[in-house]
């Protein structure tokens, strides 16, 4: 099943500047492995050494927090939108 990963600015320099990405998938679990296996540096700043995502790292699919639905294991249907979502702090 392919779906479009969005990929944030902060992110893009781990994608080689892409901003969109399709990868095959049926969960979030599933795409972030795809994705990985493609630009294996997006692991160390998306996930924690287990493969949980870091706390700062907030997934959408079709625009739902993934938090609120099933986590890693949230269906993704062919030809959805999953966006990447770093938190930014500053001051």
Same mark, same amino acid.
């Given at each position: 099943?392919?779906?479009?990963?969005? @990929? !944030?600015?902060?992110?893009?320099?781990?994608?080689?500047?892409?901003?969109?990405?399709?990868?095959?998938?049926?969960?979030?679990?599933?795409?972030?492995?795809?994705? %990985?296996?493609? %630009?294996?540096?997006?692991?160390?700043?998306?996930? #924690?050494?287990?493969?949980?995502?870091?706390? %700062?790292?907030? @997934?959408?699919?079709?625009?739902? #927090? @993934?938090? %609120?639905?099933?986590?890693?294991?949230? !269906?993704? !249907? #062919?030809?959805?939108?999953?966006?990447?979502? !770093?938190?930014?702090?500053?001051?």
């Amino acid at each position: 099943m392919a779906v479009a990963v969005k @990929i !944030p600015l902060a992110l893009r320099p781990a994608t080689g500047g892409e901003s969109a990405v399709d990868v095959e998938g049926e969960t979030v679990a599933e795409v972030l492995e795809a994705l %990985f296996g493609r %630009f294996s540096e997006l692991r160390e700043r998306i996930a #924690d050494e287990r493969g949980a995502l870091r706390r %700062f790292v907030n @997934i959408y699919v079709a625009g739902e #927090d @993934i938090r %609120f639905l099933s986590g890693l294991a949230t !269906p993704v !249907p #062919d030809g959805s939108e999953v966006t990447i979502l !770093p938190a930014v702090a500053g001051g």
